[in-house]
């Protein structure tokens, strides 16, 4: 929804039969030029631009880049906003508007279930020790892993934590010495998960446990 807007007029001021009272906030383009010297990259430029302007002054003296990027709409009355609703331009001129959470619903539906990459390993490539610590399965001992673990008949899934910011945080997971190295190489790999189980190969590049 952009290009060219021009006013129109008023729209309807009169109270007629059927019709309600609303605020409707309009989300504009504005254009804000900002002269950055000094930038290794464009993203860099664009972190000095931010961090060196003044955003509330610079918009008021902006140029309106004939775009208008969301609306959102209260109505009149709706003391707890419980019916405000924030729309999108559409992409046809049969929907001009499209209702972010609906549309946002929508993608979610059509993008379907998400998929994992998992590492799968011997149990040999553990202690004893451990292989006895994860087949207990999630209790207080484990839940400094803060992950997933789901032991089998012939082995455990383990996940490898989502919320460790890089390779080296592994070292602060409360888990056995022999599961951190194997952690730290799934996730070194891109993998989610980490599969140990009696039939699987083992790998030459990770420590091996006499069974």
Not at 54 to 80: N, R, S
Not at 157 to 164: E, N, Y
Request: include cysteine; charge should be negative.
């Amino acid at each position: 929804m952009s290009n060219n807007y021009q006013p129109r007029g008023p729209g309807a001021t009169a109270e007629a039969p059927g019709t309600k009272a609303y605020r409707v906030h309009l989300y504009l383009s504005v254009r804000v030029p900002v002269d950055v010297h000094h930038a290794a990259t464009q993203l860099e430029a664009i972190d000095v631009a931010l961090r060196s302007t003044d955003l509330p002054t610079a918009a008021c003296a902006g140029t309106f880049a004939d775009e208008v990027i969301a609306a959102m709409v209260d109505e009149v009355g709706d003391e707890h906003h419980i019916k405000s609703t924030t729309y999108a331009p559409g992409q046809l001129d049969a929907q001009p508007w499209v209702d972010v959470a609906q549309r946002d619903q929508t993608e979610s539906l059509l993008t379907g279930p998400t998929t994992s990459r998992y590492l799968d390993l011997s149990t040999q490539h553990v202690t004893k020790q451990t292989m006895a610590w994860l087949c207990k399965g999630p209790n207080a001992a484990t839940a400094g892993l803060g992950a997933t673990i789901a032991p089998y008949q012939y082995g455990v899934i383990v996940g490898i934590p989502s919320d460790i910011p890089d390779l080296t945080a592994i070292d602060d997971v409360e888990c056995p010495e022999d599961l951190k190295v194997i952690l730290r190489f799934g996730r070194s790999i891109g993998c989610d998960l980490v599969r140990l189980d009696q039939d699987a190969a083992l790998s030459g590049q990770l420590p091996i446990y006499a069974v």
